[in-house]
Every structure is written in structure tokens, then in C-alpha cells.
């Protein structure tokens, strides 16, 4: 048997950082490398995410063969997205409808007027930062090079909730990254 005890210090929960926890950049922009260093000026924050935080579903699809008889004798993968989900709540955050529509389908800002144009356009896919702090103050970084929006919820407008973009994205494999679909930074000093 091992020799590693239970230890309740190491059980955390994910809050998001004070300064913004989601950031986009165009594709190609410089990763950080750690979970406490400035992020390149690309990345621009969307704000305010709703209580539901951030879900990732990284869980690999398998197919098993069986013999005649019913036995299983070869189990593989067929497999494997990356997803995360997450609701957007700052809806006059021109980063947050360039993300939900299209950075080519969003212009202007509140000052000047924002216009958004829905279309069958394909948005290119963008890097993805998502920061945290878990228990006693340890930085906690999601660096996805690549990923695409593959599904945005219904867009409620009532007086009742807030309005949310439910966005997902899909994380592709990167060639930089030894064609890991995330890399993930926890501790350390920063920079």
C-alpha cells in the first residue's frame, strides 16, 4: 500500500479571480505558461460569469467488442472532445458578443452605438483562458489554444434573470502543445 494519507487541505473549490476569470484571444496570440503570469495583451476579459462557474467534460468515448458468447475482449476509444460550458451575464460587454457572434460581426461600442449581425458565418476559433483561485489563495489556470463555439443557449430576454450567453466550446488538439486539447497551471510564483 502507498504511504499518501487522506488530507482534507488539499480539497478546494474553484471561485473565480477578482480580475476576471475567462479571457479570449485570437488563435496564434502567446499562452502563458503558468498559472500567475500576465497574460499577453490580446486576451481580453468577458466579465462576469454566472454562479454556475465552468464545466468541462473531458471524458473519453469508448466501444467494446465482444465474442460471440457476449465475453468483452477489446475495449477502445473512439473519442474523446473537450468541452467547457459556461454563461456569459456581461451582455453590454462588446468581448462577450464578439465571442458569442463573430469578432467580424460585432462593431462599435457603447459609446458610439454596438451592432451585431447573426449569420451562418464561421467564427474562427480562439484561445481561451480560464483563471481561478482554489483554497488558500492557490492560483489555478485552463490554457486552451484552440477552441471553437460549437453551441450558444437560448438567449432569454425577460425582467425577471439577467441576460446570459450559455456558451460552449470545443477544444481541439494543438500542434504546439503536443496536440493536448488543454493544458492546466496550478501554484507557483509568478513572473
Same mark, same amino acid.
Given at each position: 500500500?502507498?504511504?499518501? +494519507?487522506?488530507?482534507?487541505? +488539499?480539497?478546494?473549490?474553484?471561485?473565480? !479571480?477578482? *480580475?476576471?476569470?475567462?479571457? #479570449?484571444?485570437?488563435?496564434?496570440?502567446?499562452?502563458?505558461? +503558468?498559472?500567475?503570469?500576465?497574460?499577453?495583451?490580446?486576451?481580453?476579459?468577458?466579465?462576469? /460569469?454566472?454562479?454556475? %462557474?465552468?464545466?468541462?467534460?473531458?471524458?473519453?468515448?469508448?466501444?467494446? &467488442?465482444?465474442?460471440?458468447?457476449?465475453?468483452?475482449?477489446?475495449?477502445?476509444? #473512439?473519442?474523446?472532445?473537450?468541452?467547457?460550458?459556461?454563461?456569459? /451575464?456581461?451582455?453590454?460587454?462588446?468581448?462577450?458578443?464578439? @465571442? $458569442? =457572434?463573430?469578432? +467580424?460581426?460585432?462593431?462599435?461600442?457603447?459609446? &458610439?452605438?454596438? &451592432?451585431?449581425?447573426?449569420?451562418?458565418?464561421?467564427?474562427?476559433?480562439?484561445?481561451?483562458?480560464?483563471?481561478? /483561485?482554489?483554497? %488558500?489563495?492557490?492560483?489555478?489556470?485552463? *490554457?486552451?489554444?484552440?477552441? @471553437?463555439?460549437?453551441? *450558444?443557449?437560448?438567449?432569454?430576454?425577460?425582467?425577471?434573470? $439577467?441576460?446570459? =450567453?450559455?456558451?460552449?466550446?470545443?477544444?481541439?488538439?494543438?500542434?504546439?502543445?503536443?496536440?493536448? &486539447?488543454?493544458?492546466?497551471?496550478?501554484? %507557483? !510564483?509568478?513572473?
Amino acid at each position: 500500500m502507498g504511504k499518501s +494519507k487522506n488530507d482534507a487541505s +488539499k480539497v478546494s473549490a474553484g471561485k473565480p !479571480a477578482v *480580475v476576471g476569470a475567462i479571457y #479570449t484571444a485570437p488563435v496564434n496570440s502567446t499562452l502563458p505558461t +503558468k498559472a500567475k503570469e500576465d497574460l499577453d495583451p490580446a486576451f481580453q476579459c468577458v466579465g462576469y /460569469i454566472s454562479n454556475d %462557474g465552468v464545466a468541462n467534460d473531458n471524458s473519453p468515448e469508448r466501444e467494446t &467488442t465482444r465474442a460471440w458468447g457476449g465475453d468483452p475482449v477489446n475495449t477502445s476509444q #473512439t473519442e474523446k472532445d473537450d468541452t467547457y460550458k459556461f454563461t456569459m /451575464i456581461e451582455a453590454l460587454n462588446v468581448n462577450v458578443l464578439k @465571442a $458569442v =457572434y463573430g469578432e +467580424k460581426n460585432v462593431s462599435g461600442d457603447l459609446a &458610439t452605438g454596438i &451592432t451585431i449581425r447573426a449569420n451562418s458565418q464561421e467564427q474562427p476559433n480562439m484561445a481561451w483562458v480560464v483563471d481561478m /483561485i482554489l483554497k %488558500g489563495d492557490v492560483p489555478k489556470r485552463i *490554457v486552451i489554444p484552440s477552441a @471553437a463555439v460549437t453551441a *450558444v443557449g437560448t438567449i432569454t430576454y425577460a425582467d425577471s434573470s $439577467v441576460i446570459g =450567453y450559455e456558451t460552449t466550446i470545443s477544444a481541439e488538439p494543438w500542434a504546439d502543445y503536443e496536440g493536448d &486539447t488543454h493544458r492546466e497551471f496550478i501554484g %507557483g !510564483a509568478s513572473e
